[in-house]
Nanobody, 119 residues
Framework: QVQLVESGGGLVQAGGSLRLSCAASGSIFSINNMGWYRQGPGLQRDVVASITAAVNTNYADSVKGRFTISRDNANNTLYLQMTSLKPEDTGVYYC?????????????WGQGTQVTVSS
């Protein structure tokens, strides 16, 4: 069982910065698709940024140029550096790790960390 724990959220003024971290524990196997999702007022979790085993990155249009996703494989940690934050970035940010391993679909989520951006 893989456990993902997010940290680094908080309250910040518009234009500020935050760095989110997602630490993984347990047997991660070769589950190397990782990403950050945001749950806003609509309660739907939408992808913010993702990174593959090949370190290919993808970003939601709304955060391109402002957010950077990265991973530290040695420490099993995923990061999301957020700059130039806007009120629309507010939400609960979840770390996700997923993939097909040994013919099985594996999908793990953290508990989330709150990010609130004030005007």
């Amino acid at each position: 069982q893989v456990q993902l724990v997010e940290s680094g959220g908080g309250l910040v003024q518009a234009g500020g910065s935050l760095r989110l971290s997602c630490a993984a524990s347990g047997s991660i196997f070769s589950i190397n698709n990782m990403g950050w999702y945001r749950q806003g007022p609509g309660l739907q979790r939408d992808v913010v940024a993702s990174i593959t085993a090949a370190v290919n990155t993808n970003y939601a249009d709304s955060v391109k140029g402002r957010f950077t996703i990265s991973r530290d494989n040695a420490n099993n940690t995923l990061y999301l550096q957020m700059t130039s934050l806007k009120p629309e970035d507010t939400g609960v940010y979840y770390c996700r790790r997923w993939g097909v391993v040994g013919g099985r679909w594996l999908d793990y989520w953290g508990q989330g960390t709150q990010v609130t951006v004030s005007s």
